[in-house]
């Protein structure tokens, strides 16, 4: 049997980190360029890859629309189609660069449903391998991440550069 491993401190975390941006981090930090400060990797016409400045694993990214929307329904068949293909890019980059043998993938839409930053929609496309699960995060609220952001970016960013736009 499953059991659940819980984390509550993240959702207090992440909506203190919000509030003190005073904006839309999705809208934001596209502006400033695809680099590794901004954590954006890739810029098509209708949507971005941006890693997860709170990742659950290294190589934990997000797929968003550039336009600021969280409903999901409203979406353009433009969108959902260049997300979707990002999507299917990242797993395959995800496989070849860090080596993923496995993913979770989806939306949290709403705030009920756990959206972190739940005014932007976004998908989550985080790299999962066997044996990578442990219980630090149940026992003393600490996430074990092996890998800096700025390494995970540059091991990345060479693989987004050769997708078409």
């Known amino acids: 049997m499953t059991k659940p491993i819980w984390a509550p401190w993240r959702m207090a975390f992440i909506a203190k980190a919000h509030k003190q941006r005073g904006g839309c981090v999705f809208c934001e930090q596209p502006k400033k360029g695809i680099k590794a400060s901004t954590l954006v990797i890739y810029q ?49 980059i995800l496989k070849k660069a860090a080596g993923a043998q496995g993913f979770n993938v989806g939306l949290n839409l709403g705030k009920a449903a756990g959206a972190g930053i739940k005014d932007h929609l976004h998908y989550h496309v985080i790299p999962r391998w066997e044996g990578d699960n442990n219980i630090m995060p149940v026992i003393g609220n600490i996430r074990v991440m092996p890998e800096h952001l700025n390494d995970t970016y540059k091991k990345l960013a060479p693989h987004f550069k050769k997708l078409k736009k």
């Open 44 to 92: 098509g016409a209708h949507s971005f890859v941006i890693l997860n400045k709170y990742p659950y694993t290294c190589g934990h990214l997000m797929v968003v629309p550039n336009r600021h929307t969280n409903l999901f329904e409203d979406l353009t068949a433009e969108e959902h189609c260049e997300m979707s293909a990002l999507v299917a890019a990242s797993i395959k």
